[in-house]
């Protein structure tokens, strides 16, 4: 019992006079937020727990070369584009337009803190520091703030790597590449879907060998990161090749300019009776939706149609044309070969 008043009557005075002034002042900060003041507003009231010290100042050299380095890896990875044998001015153009949308929004930095505005001679790179910083851990974003009143010099990035690999690894196409452009008549479908180390120029290539084959009748190359350039590669092939009747381009980076040059091709083209274009990386939009379903009334071969129209009117409109032109198909066909619309 004696043991238990020794706690519940503690020696207020001897416990004060073992502390330091650092815990004394601690003490007394909690003691106001305890017993506030009833005059100060009840906003002022609780401290002010934000402080922090200085981090420093912004090195913006070193962002600029980080943000490039990470710019290109990410081209490199995800459209399988050489930087030094490519086009890196087209690169970065695109990769600043797709940056400029998703930063719009990004509150990390706003214009004051990079120095832009009109005029400024920077700006595309301004727009890439944007879109890079709002995703950089604490870690990776402390690694670009430098003390005061020191110098900062520029950080050179490393060369990039190179691409031995990745041409030992595409080298596996070669030999289906001569078959196709040696119209080997065993060569009936050619099928590419989900190649990690093919590159868009060898897509281009398989495109340009299919012009004149007159044997392969299925071209499949979903997910194999195919962007506009692959695109405005087999709308020109479509023109002149007279056999193939399956294209499948799904889950690419195909955008809406890329898919109208194919549908315009198709005004010139009456074998190809299905294109799946479906999951691109970019939004078609209604617009380019509405180009699409007028282009396909002035088509009359194409029966199956791979994608889900956004907007109710194309939709409906692509699925009534589809129906028709397959029941109508049907009317010639046996029964085991008969065929069903696709469009929704």
């Known amino acids: 019992l004696t043991s ?17 002034p650092e815990e004394m002042e601690e003490l007394e900060k909690e003691l106001d937020v305890a017993d506030p003041d009833g005059n100060i507003p009840v906003g002022l009231r609780q401290r002010n ?39 890196p001015e087209l690169q970065w153009a695109e990769r600043a337009d797709s940056a400029e949308e998703s930063s719009a929004q990004d509150p990390h930095l706003d214009d004051s803190f990079l120095g832009s505005g009109k ?15 709002g995703r950089l851990s604490s870690s990776q974003a402390s690694s670009f703030l430098i003390p005061e009143n020191s110098s900062s010099k520029p950080v050179d990035s490393p060369p990039s790597q190179t691409n031995e690999e990745e041409e030992a690894a595409s080298s596996i196409f070669d ?32 495109t340009e060998a299919l012009e004149f084959n ?3 009748k299925v071209f499949s190359l979903a997910n194999t990161r195919a962007d506009d350039h692959v695109a405005f ?3 020109i092939m479509l023109k002149s090749n007279k056999t193939l009747t399956s294209i499948n381009l799904d889950s690419n980076h195909i955008t809406g300019k890329g898919i109208l040059a194919i549908f315009r091709a198709l005004l010139q083209n009456n074998t190809l009776t299905e294109l799946r274009f479906h999951n691109q ?44 032109r397959a029941l109508s198909c049907c009317c010639c066909l046996p029964t085991g070969e008969r065929v069903t619309p696709h469009g929704y």
């Open 4 to 20: 238990f008043q020794k706690h519940e009557d503690p020696d207020i005075d001897s416990l004060l006079s073992t502390l330091s």
């Open 49 to 87: 727990q934000t402080d922090k010290h200085s981090t420093g100042l912004y090195n913006r050299e070193a962002m600029l070369n980080y943000c490039e380095k990470e710019t290109k890896k990410l081209i490199q990875r995800e459209l399988s584009v050489d930087v030094k044998a490519g086009k």
């Open 119 to 133: 005029g400024h001679t920077h700006c595309r790179h301004c727009v890439v520091v944007r879109w890079m910083w």
């Open 175 to 206: 030999e289906p590449l001569e078959r196709v452009k040696n119209n080997d008549p065993e060569m009936k479908e050619v099928n590419v879907n989900n190649s990690d180390c093919i590159t868009s120029e060898i897509l281009v290539r398989f």
């Open 214 to 216: 007159t044997v392969v």
């Open 233 to 235: 590669a087999i709308a």
């Open 281 to 324: 990386r970019h939004i078609c939009g209604g617009k380019t939706e509405m180009e699409i379903a007028k282009l396909l009334k002035e088509n009359t071969t194409l029966l199956k149609l791979g994608y889900h129209f956004e907007l109710a009117g194309p939709r409906m409109t692509v699925t009534n044309l589809l129906r028709k």
